[in-house]
């Protein structure tokens, strides 16, 4: 888990550039989600299949760190995943 530097976290569904372990790149879905109060969560599905594979989740504590529940993602995709949450700036 990593700790955040700010508390602005997505708001809306957006979509991310992901490089995965294999080389191959894809664009994945990222979508705000019920959590606890205090809490962020984002279910991850890919982004342009006709099923929207579910990838996981990402949960955000209180306190800033995240963890990720699913099975698809190695630690470097949900790094590039929990940095694009953490980075997200909408464009107005």
């Not at 700010?6 to 490089?19: C, G, P, Q, T, V």
């Not at 890919?46 to 699913?70: H, K, P, V």
Request: negative net charge; glycine residues 6%.
């Amino acid at each position: 888990m990593q700790q955040l530097k700010s508390k602005i976290f997505l708001r809306d569904e957006a979509k991310a550039w992901l490089n995965r372990h294999n080389g191959a790149s894809e664009v994945i879905r990222v979508v705000p989600s019920y959590a606890p109060v205090g809490h962020q969560c984002y279910e991850l599905y890919t982004a342009y299949d006709q099923s929207g594979e579910n990838l996981g989740r990402i949960l955000f504590d209180a306190n800033g760190y995240w963890i990720y529940d699913g099975e698809d993602l190695n630690i470097i995709e949900q790094e590039q995943v929990a940095k694009f949450i953490i980075n997200y700036v909408e464009i107005l």
